[in-house]
């Protein structure tokens, strides 16, 4: 992140090949960070919650915005990142995904990196994104956008008969399009927002009404 300098965690040199490839290492000296709940409490080892960091990496805050900085550095001097993550017992961290990402469907919190690394393991697929999108009974269903490698074809069907008794029932995509590429903006940046928005409408859908 550009706001802490860039970086809070980091592997080393003489850190064993899994951990600097499957992770993004431990905290940088002279940093403190910490994974927390809804609720601003710490998690345990292996749990899911939102990334903060403090120290002297992080910005003093953002120029002449004020208010946006409250709502990205509390108090304390903690800057929220908004992405989700995880820590091992040995201190080693891993990015999730991101908190506005996140599904929530029947109250079960579904996070789509974890659902796209899967898919990324079927033959056909060259890139995948995942999103959710609105459901009268769950509050929020699955989609996946799939670009097929050249050459290849496969249906929805095919998509979901591969997740079938390989991960749980309740994060297999329920709906499937296939695409030849995916929205973005003029830096790179994949757009969900723009794909929830074209479901939406595609499957006249109406956002969920929540009590």
Request: hydrophobic share 35%; glycine share 10%.
């Amino acid at each position: 992140m550009t706001e802490t300098s860039p970086v809070s965690t980091q592997t080393a040199v003489d850190d064993a090949l899994d951990r600097r490839v499957s992770t993004v290492g431990r905290v940088h000296p002279h940093v403190e960070v910490k994974i927390v709940d809804d609720e601003g409490r710490i998690v345990a080892p292996g749990e899911t919650g939102e990334f903060c960091t403090r120290g002297y990496v992080v910005m003093r805050g953002y120029w002449n915005d004020a208010e946006r900085t409250a709502e990205a550095i509390d108090a304390a001097g903690w800057m929220h990142t908004g992405d989700l993550a995880t820590m091992d017992e040995d201190g080693y961290f891993n990015i999730v995904g991101r908190i506005k990402d996140m599904v929530i469907r029947g109250g079960e919190n579904l996070y789509p990196r974890e659902i796209e690394e899967f898919l990324y393991r079927h033959p056909k697929i060259a890139d995948v994104q995942v999103i959710g999108v609105p459901d009268d009974k769950y509050g929020e269903e699955l989609c996946a956008w799939v670009r097929l490698a050249d050459g290849e074809s496969a249906s929805e069907d095919d998509i979901r008969a591969f997740c079938r008794g390989q991960i749980a029932h309740h994060k297999i995509p329920r709906y499937v399009k296939f695409v030849d590429e995916f929205p973005m903006t003029v830096t790179g940046k994949i757009q969900k927002f723009a794909m929830r928005e074209t479901m939406i409408e595609e499957l006249g859908l109406g956002e969920a009404k929540t009590a």
